[in-house]
């Protein structure tokens, strides 16, 4: 029993090393889609069993280098799946990651990493491609463009043998939608905190009472000074009167007397 538990054990030791999952894989948290090279590995292989076949027969009748790499081909077959196991595709909220470890052309002189990070806002679109070659063994290119100065498109990160390049095309021009719709509401919101504060403003201003300015305030107190002389104009003119009256009287006494 022992000595067959042991055997399970190493089995899946072994499973878990040649597996993809053995692989560690960073930011899984912030994974929002993973494509995959498994389904088309024989095909990409394949597609480039074929590439490598036609080029070393062309370099065969030209200078005859191409027995060569014809010789060379289980070393390039094992070169590519080993490349194509190691492919990891994802697409994180702000950035499309791709990584691949790659043995160099004599595997044992060790291999060659390679990680590449596009930042989602400078991603124009994703483009699918197939060439002639390509579509008899089922195969697919992405390209991403960038967003400014156009470039030639070979200085694009192209990738090949990606099993869903629709889904994956997909998931990023939605991702792209939802961060620019998040950056027109931030702006919206924005736009809406600057204008509101105005509006209390005016609101508060008109609502309080109105104070009078400088100039109603002097312009009501010269009323009130003309009011006050004419009042004391006509009680001058009454003592006047009273005055004349009181003479009049005297002078009508008198004149009697002397009579």
């Not at 070979?154 to 939608?177: E, M, W, Y």
């Not at 400088?214 to 009130?224: K, N, W, Y």
């Amino acid at each position: 029993m022992g000595s067959r538990d042991e055997v399970v054990e190493i089995d899946s030791l072994e499973k878990g090393l040649l597996s993809d999952n053995g692989i560690e894989r960073e930011d899984d948290d912030d994974v929002l889609y993973t494509a995959s090279f498994q389904e088309k590995e024989d095909n990409f292989v394949q597609y480039q069993t074929a590439q490598w076949v036609l080029y070393s027969l062309l370099l065969i009748l030209a200078w005859g280098i191409g027995l060569f790499m014809l010789l060379y081909l289980p070393v390039r077959r094992y070169i590519l799946r080993k490349d194509v196991r190691s492919r990891k595709l994802f697409l994180t909220p702000n950035a499309i990651v791709y990584k691949v470890t790659r043995p160099v052309p004599f595997p044992c002189f060790g291999v060659l990493k390679k990680e590449k990070h596009v930042l989602l806002p400078s991603v124009q679109d994703i483009v699918i491609e197939q060439g002639y070659l390509q579509s008899l063994f089922g195969v697919y290119s992405l390209r991403i463009e960038n967003v400014g100065v156009r470039r030639p498109p070979r200085d694009d990160v192209q990738i090949q043998g990606v099993a869903n390049p629709s889904d994956f095309r997909k998931a990023v021009l939605t991702r792209l939608s939802n961060m620019r719709n998040e950056v027109f509401s931030r702006e919206a919101s924005a736009i809406e905190d600057v204008q509101n504060p105005k509006r209390s403003l005016s609101s508060i201003t008109s609502m309080s009472p109105s104070k009078p300015s400088r100039h109603d305030l002097s312009h009501s107190g010269d009323q009130v000074v003309l009011q006050k002389l004419e009042e004391v104009g006509s009680s001058v003119k009454r003592v006047q009167a009273l005055i004349e009256e009181q003479c009049g009287q005297t002078s009508d006494s008198l004149v009697e007397e002397t009579r």
